[in-house]
């Protein structure tokens, strides 16, 4: 019989370990078809467009991809094929030793075994994810933008050219509306010593007219019900109403218009989703609304009739969180 690994030389094998010098053959087969199969999937992975794939996504296809390169650069698997290689080299040397061979082989075979399981889990991982990426990608570069959109409240501090705000706060006046009454007035602080001012005010306001039960009592209970670890990173910053965002955009609406909350929630997501095309992060801000308890307030000129009814902030971000968890709740068909 012809060895594998010289392709010089026959050498004699015993009947009774025939069986296993094939598995030892097809193990090295086995780590020869794994070396192309991982670099096909990495360089399919690396080609993959990520422009419009979701951050999560994004770091969990970076972090599958570092774990198949290291199963390869890491030696493991060169080291696993010189193994094999040596214990077939045993019996071009005429080896006599056959219970030696056997438990080598045994040894070996569950090494290999070990081997493959691990490359099979990294494996299903990085197919599923660039399953769930492809299925991303076909979408247009809208649902991009919906599914990337995050409540970001760390902003580098760079300001807003004047021209994108009126962008965004045009794609805000793009919304439907109930009626079309398009009952949406926009209030836009630029200057960070005012809305320090502000949001200090409205910091204090909150904590102390409304609720009575202290600033982080309120925040904690406002944000426990949008999201927990949003909640634990907005006790800790240092500004935990505007974030130090280079802008703050109130949107008020009049106070007796029944569907005034509707509306707005269009407007602001609206604009957003614009600010998001854009490359700029933002963040509502539901507890803006307690700027009217305050003495900052009269400096916005906004009229007796009309309510503040959320803020958003804008800025460039300077984090990338998580998508937070999303309840899977199906619809209901008739
Ligand atoms: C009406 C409304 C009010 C919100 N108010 C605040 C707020 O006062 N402060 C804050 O940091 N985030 C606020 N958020 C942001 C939510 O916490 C955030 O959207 C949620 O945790 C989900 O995260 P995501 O937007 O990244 O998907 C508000 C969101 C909405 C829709």
């Known amino acids: 019989m012809k060895s594998i690994i010289s392709h010089t030389s026959d050498y004699p094998l015993k009947n009774s370990l ?25 360089m399919i992975s690396m080609k993959v467009k990520m422009d419009h794939i979701t951050t999560h996504i994004k770091d969990q296809v970076v972090k599958t991809e570092r774990k198949l ?15 094999v290689t040596n214990h077939e080299h045993i019996i071009q040397k005429g080896y006599t030793d056959e219970q030696n061979y056997r438990e080598q082989h045994s040894k070996l075979h569950i090494r290999f075994k070990q081997y493959e399981k691990e ?18 990608a076909s979408l247009n ?5 919906i599914y990337n959109r995050r409540a970001v409240i760390k902003y580098q501090n ?7 705000i009126e962008t965004i706060i045009d794609a805000g006046r793009m919304v439907p509306s109930a009626m079309n009454k398009q009952p949406c007035k926009f209030y ?9 001012l502000f949001s200090k005010q409205i910091a204090k ?15 904690k209970t406002a944000t426990e019900s949008f999201n927990f670890s949003h909640g634990l990173r907005l006790l800790r910053s240092e500004d935990p109403i505007f974030q130090r965002a280079p802008v703050v955009i109130f949107l008020t609406s009049p106070k007796d218009h029944e569907w005034a909350a509707l509306d707005i929630a269009m407007f602001a997501q609206n604009m957003m989703l614009a600010a998001k095309s854009l490359g700029l992060e933002s963040c509502p801000v539901g507890l803006a609304k307690y700027v009217m308890e305050t003495e900052v307030y009269k400096f916005l000129n906004i009229s007796e009739s009309e309510i503040v009814q959320l803020a958003i902030i804008l800025g460039y971000g300077d984090e990338h969180p998580d998508l937070p968890k999303r309840n899977k709740v199906d619809a209901v068909y008739f």
């Open 205 to 219: 306001a909150a904590s102390k007219g409304i609720l009575k039960s202290g600033l982080k009592k309120i925040i």
């Open 18 to 42: 025939e069986t296993l010098h094939h598995e030892s053959m097809e193990w090295l087969n086995e780590i020869a078809f794994w070396e192309d199969e991982i670099d096909l999937l990495y």
């Open 188 to 196: 836009v602080l630029i200057k960070a010593e005012t809305i320090s």
């Open 158 to 164: 760079k300001p807003i050219e004047k021209k994108i």
């Open 141 to 145: 570069e809208v649902f991009g933008t």
């Open 119 to 136: 490359l099979k889990q990294i494996k299903q991982e990085v197919v599923r994810l660039l399953k769930i990426t492809k299925d991303q």
């Open 69 to 83: 390169v290291s199963k390869i650069a890491g030696n493991e698997m060169n080291d696993l094929q010189g193994a």
